[in-house]
């Protein structure tokens, strides 16, 4: 009997002037463990004058995680950060009670040809901390938990798992492992994840039960601990998930919260522009129209 309980492929998504595939939040899987969001950024070639360019915008009640394949990104928040986030290095933002920040394609960038390919993923923070102060934090390349075991490469971007813990300060049991292997490959850690688990195929394809799976495809399991499956040459996937909330979370636009009234609080909040700004930005995104429905976790 086949382990995978969903399989989700990537949907296209209009974020402004670039296109992403969205992965979670599902119609029938809003979250995996704490992980609430996921976009597979391109990848993409932008042409000169083309750019990524996401003004302002706030978050509550989560954490961001950029992971970046190729190209480079600016970061800044009203916390006064100004960060430019590179290949292999992670951007870990934590909005608690209330962050604004944006997104563009850096100065030295923007009139050359430029590519741009990565991971947008959010994730929910426990309820007893979704009011904590915002934070930042970046990781180097370097800094990440790297290690090869039979023939296969993993990375820890966040979390703890197989007797490894990355330098990002995550606020429940999580994991999101990066695995590559360049031959084909049994996969058997089953007994080292815990709580939900989502694998996400970047690149390459997995084959479980006679089945084979391809690149962008987000599988679910049914029982992490059962997990195990073939990999194939050349294939880049990710693990991700952790120990799930006992309270539904609700997302709004970019507000997650265990509380309907704290994300209509923060709506209100944005719309008189009442969160800290961000330094040296002038513009920013407006509220969207109230037909984006509140939506609980299933």
Not at 14 to 38: A, T, Y
Not at 121 to 134: N, R
Not at 172 to 185: A, D, M, R, W
Not at 237 to 259: H, M
Request: one cysteine or more; hydrophobic letters at 35%.
């Amino acid at each position: 009997m086949s382990n995978i309980d969903l399989i989700i492929e990537e949907r296209p998504r209009d974020i402004g002037n670039f296109l992403v595939g969205r992965l979670l939040p599902f119609s029938s899987k809003r979250m995996v463990g704490p992980f609430i969001f996921i976009d597979h950024m391109g990848p993409a070639l932008l042409p000169p004058g083309k750019n990524l360019d996401i003004p302002p915008h706030p978050h509550i009640g989560l954490s961001t995680l950029t992971y970046l394949f190729e190209g480079a990104v600016m970061h800044k928040d009203s916390l006064g950060t100004e960060v430019e986030i590179k290949p292999g290095q992670v951007n870990w933002m934590t909005a608690g009670k209330g962050i604004a920040h944006s997104e563009r394609t850096p100065d030295y960038l923007r009139e050359s040809e430029k590519s741009l390919h990565g991971l947008q993923i959010w994730v929910a923070l426990p309820k007893e901390l979704e009011l904590m102060e915002p934070s930042f934090h970046h990781a180097n390349e370097d800094e990440l938990p790297a290690w090869q075991t039979d023939g296969v490469d993993y990375k820890l971007v966040a979390g703890q798992i197989m007797g490894h813990q990355s330098p990002i300060p995550v606020y429940s049991p999580l994991y999101f492992l990066e695995v590559k292997s360049t031959e084909q490959k049994s996969i058997k850690i089953g007994n080292e994840l815990y709580g939900d688990c989502g694998l996400y195929i970047l690149e390459g394809s997995i084959e479980s039960d006679g089945v084979t799976y391809e690149s962008k495809e987000l599988l679910v399991a049914k029982n992490s601990q059962l997990c195990e499956f073939m990999v194939n040459p050349g294939t880049t996937l990710y693990f991700f998930g952790g120990e799930p909330f006992p309270e539904e979370r609700f997302i709004y636009w970019n507000f997650v919260a265990s509380d309907r009234e704290r994300i209509e609080q923060a709506k209100q909040k944005w719309q008189e522009q009442q969160f800290p700004p961000v330094p040296g930005e002038t513009d920013f995104v407006p509220l969207p129209p109230d037909h984006l429905h509140l939506r609980a976790r299933q």
